[in-house]
């Protein structure tokens, strides 16, 4: 078991605080929240991105495949 801490055998001290800084409240600032509407989504960019790689790549295998074994679609 853990062993426990010993306890001061003094009074105990109290701090000094100002009340006036505890019983005021700050009043809140008003924020206007600003809606972007322009611009490509991050969905919208990774589709395309995806959609571009998938075709370089398509393009890419055929001619390889035309290349070196005669048998690609585009190129031969």
Known sequence: M???RPRP???PVRRATSRTTT???VAAEEVEV????GGMGLDAGIG???CLLLVIALVLV????GKHM???ILFK
Do not use: L
């Open 70 to 72: 005669a048998a690609g």
């Open 62 to 65: 055929d001619y390889e495949m």
């Open 23 to 25: 019983t005021r409240r």
């Open 2 to 4: 853990a062993s426990s």
């Open 48 to 50: 395309i991105v995806t």
């Open 9 to 11: 055998s003094g009074a």
């Open 34 to 37: 600003v809606d972007e509407t």
